[in-house]
């Protein structure tokens, strides 16, 4: 790949601190509604499974044609293709990035014949594990593994539930605290729980400490030895310490498959497990579907291109410090946990590909809560904090629910779903319309404070608006659908990460405390103080005596 610009070298950067100041800053979406009957219109667009309105975002033709240029300055589509042609755009670990490898048909993208095996393989497995359930002879799979190797298929399983084979239950653990192992597996019966050990590198302390316990629990539950070898298997890109660990069985993948990326390999399997072969290519079909509409829609018809455009404006022009993410779906509660590793462990960094400082803001704070859980928690901030938050809501148009119900329970079940998708339009719509001093005014207060003056009140009251959002509408909560929507985000990561200039995929950042966690692991043990700064040692001190 040429050369590229880093934003802050292109001329567009600079024509959009001055568009910024000039118009940006007092953008007004109320008025950009009244002044504009079709905002709607040219700002909301179908991508695939994935319907997008961005209107009641803090742009206009002006901005996002300075973004675009930005964009082309940057070398966006040169540094996509990079990737799509397996160039090691991961410098520092001298790697390709050829996670949308995964989802490609057969016989299309890199590496196509060793990925079709080793997803056939996967997919024999997983529905042999199905056919076990359905005869009675397993009952639980416990997926072990953490970070990428565990936050995507956590949340996709709790996604697509309603699709999930009813005799197995699936079970996540990552933490290393005991207690997250220790309840899933009270409630198990060795003989017919299946264990799946999940880690690329196969080195990592959580994920191995899980393994070696569950392992102990499975042989003091009175199987054998032998049993291990039909209970336990590994997915991993290093098969000779998954071997070494002792198992007999390891799905293997390639380095050029990041961790946060991993979902679409071997790393998968408990998602086939749960929902079986054909739906786990369903979700690679929707991933790929988004990965076309990303290599070959114009940009300024893209909507991975167009929402990291919108993530630059907001973070390095208005200052906006994080984003809130709405899953009105309780299905994708998991969803901002796997989106907070996507997001910040690709882009949350300080120097550029060349190694230099930074001069201007990267990754925002990605977290949120399933709606409308989340309106009776921390939107109170949202709507009247002293920082503005950019939403993202996602509804779900239809339901599914599985087993299906009737009668009454199911009126009732549709009617909840009419008021979760009201509720979801009315905090878009209430952060953006907010209410003046003088409506708060003429409103009869529920309670009337004897302290305070009516204008006070109202001034409480009140609601300053023009907060922004964007809503994603899917028709389902289906694999493909949920596969497009992933990579949608995926891809709206590469695009910021892009622009910054920066390794959207190393993550450096993580190991220190692990270095660290290593040295200190044996004081807990032997009670050595020597060397340590005064915090660690007084707080070690304290946990010893
Ligand atoms: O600690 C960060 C990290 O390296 C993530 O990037 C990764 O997803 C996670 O740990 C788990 O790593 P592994 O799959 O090698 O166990």
């Known amino acids: 790949m040429d050369k590229v610009l880093r934003c802050d070298q292109s001329p567009a950067w600079g024509a959009l601190r001055a568009h910024f100041e000039h118009s940006g800053r007092q953008f007004d979406l109320r008025q950009a509604f009244a002044s504009d009957a079709s905002r709607f219109a ?14 009641k975002n803090r742009i206009d033709a002006q901005t996002l044609a300075l973004l675009l240029q930005l964009a082309r300055d940057c070398g966006l589509e040169a540094q996509r293709d990079a990737m799509l042609a397996g160039e090691a755009i991961n410098l520092t670990e001298d790697r390709a990035v050829l996670h949308m490898a995964l989802r490609a048909p057969a016989g299309q993208g890199l ?9 056939t393989a996967m997919l024999a497995f997983a529905e042999s594990m199905r056919d076990k359930a359905a005869q009675g002879l397993i009952s639980d799979v416990v997926h072990i593994g953490i970070g990428g190797s565990d936050l995507g298929p ?62 102990a629990w499975f042989l003091a539950g009175g199987m054998a030895e032998a049993d291990v070898a039909s209970h336990f298997v590994a997915t991993s890109s290093n098969k000779t310490a998954a071997a070494a660990f002792g198992i007999a069985t390891t799905f293997g993948f390639w380095d050029w498959v990041g961790g946060r990326y991993s979902l679409w390999s071997v790393i998968g399997l408990p998602i086939a497990i749960a929902i079986g072969a054909d739906n786990f290519r369903a979700l690679l079909a929707g991933a790929h ?50 989106l907070q590793q996507l997001e910040m462990e690709s882009n949350g960094k300080g120097v550029d590909r060349a190694g230099q400082p930074l001069s201007y803001a990267t990754s925002p704070v990605v977290w949120g809560e399933a709606g409308t859980n989340g309106q009776h928690a921390y939107f109170q901030m949202l709507h009247q904090g002293t920082d503005v938050i950019p939403v993202e809501f996602i509804a779900v148009k239809r339901t599914r629910h599985v087993p299906q119900v009737s009668g009454e329970f199911a009126e009732r079940l549709a009617d909840q779903h009419l008021k979760l998708l009201a509720n979801c339009l009315s905090q878009s719509q209430a952060l953006m319309q907010g209410k003046r001093v003088e409506e708060a005014l003429l409103e009869r207060a529920p309670t009337a404070s004897t302290a305070l003056d009516a204008l006070t009140v109202a001034r409480h009251r009140s609601f300053t608006g023009n907060r922004p959002s964007t809503t994603l509408v899917l028709d389902q909560l289906t694999p493909r659908s949920l596969g497009a929507l992933i990579a949608l985000y995926e891809h709206r990561v590469f695009v910021s990460g892009a622009l910054w200039g920066i390794n959207s995929f190393d993550q450096w950042g993580v190991e220190l405390g692990k270095a660290l966690c290593s040295g200190l692991l044996p004081r807990l043990s032997n009670g050595d103080l020597s060397g340590l700064d005064g915090s660690t040692a007084g707080l070690l001190g304290h946990l010893l005596a």
């Open 154 to 215: 956590a949340m996709a399983v709790t996604a697509l539930q309603s699709f999930a084979h009813p005799g197995l239950k699936l079970h996540f653990v990552s933490n290393v605290d005991g207690h997250d192992l220790a309840p899933v597996l009270a409630e198990l019966d060795p003989a017919r729980t299946i264990f799946v050990i999940a880690s690329k590198t196969f080195t990592t302390q959580e994920t191995l400490a899980n393994a070696l316990a569950a392992r």
């Open 289 to 338: 579907a988004m990965d076309e509409h990303f290599v070959q829609a114009p940009l300024a018809q893209n909507l991975p291109v167009l929402l990291g455009l919108i993530d630059i404006w907001y973070r390095n022009f208005h200052g906006f410090t994080s984003r809130s993410v709405a899953p009105y779906h309780q299905g994708l509660k998991r969803l901002p946990a796997y």
């Open 111 to 119: 590496f196509s014949s060793e990925v079709q095996a080793s997803l």
């Open 42 to 55: 040219d700002w909301s667009m179908q991508a695939p499974e994935v319907f997008a309105d961005l209107s």
